[in-house]
């Protein structure tokens, strides 16, 4: 395990997540800390149920001793990070050329009937949100969405349906 990596610890980020840090700062070059800031927050945003708040950020900032900014730049160019909070089950709905040519809109319209909300809301139990995102890379399995860390392809209405049932 690597050392810690700066003493002016935040008490916002626990130690669990610093350590987690520390290993992703220590495959740099000391002078380049601030390279590890995207997984400092996606580290910090999964420790805190999936968001990102101000406050977090400019802890991680101080972490790797870079421009609060700087941070501020990655997590709002970035569609994996949210600061706003986020339903347990976060679905990224594709809405790219190739998954908008091979039926993006119908998985679209099918998750926001069936869960009943739109881009950018949760359910009223917590359980889901949606998000539009721009592209995930997974262009021949069109039209696709993400929950979590799984992809889910060549989605149709049925097909939703049991992924949605088949979640907690």
């Not at 690597?2 to 130690?15: E, F, K, R, T, Y």
């Not at 972490?63 to 990224?92: N, Q």
């Not at 039209?143 to 209405?157: K, R, S």
Request: proline letters at 5%.
């Amino acid at each position: 395990m690597a050392a810690v990596m700066n003493q002016n610890v935040d008490p916002l980020i626990s130690a669990e997540s610093r350590a987690e840090i520390d290993k992703w700062v220590a495959k740099y070059p000391p002078e380049q800390k601030q390279s590890a800031v995207m997984a400092a927050l996606r580290i910090v945003q999964d420790a805190n149920g999936g968001h990102l708040t101000t406050e977090l950020m400019d802890a991680v900032a101080d972490y790797l001793e870079m421009p609060r900014v700087s941070a501020y730049e990655v997590a709002t160019f970035y569609s994996m990070y949210e600061l706003s909070p986020v339903g347990r089950h976060k679905i990224c709905v594709c809405t790219n050329i190739s998954c908008m040519l091979c039926g993006s809109d119908e998985v679209v319209d099918h998750l926001k009937k069936r869960l009943g909300i739109g881009f950018g809301d949760i359910t009223p139990d917590g359980k889901f949100s949606l998000k539009e995102v721009e592209c995930l890379g997974a262009c021949v399995g069109a039209p696709m969405l993400q929950i979590g860390t799984q992809y889910h392809e060549n989605l149709t209405p049925e097909s939703i349906d049991k992924i949605l049932d088949g979640l907690d």
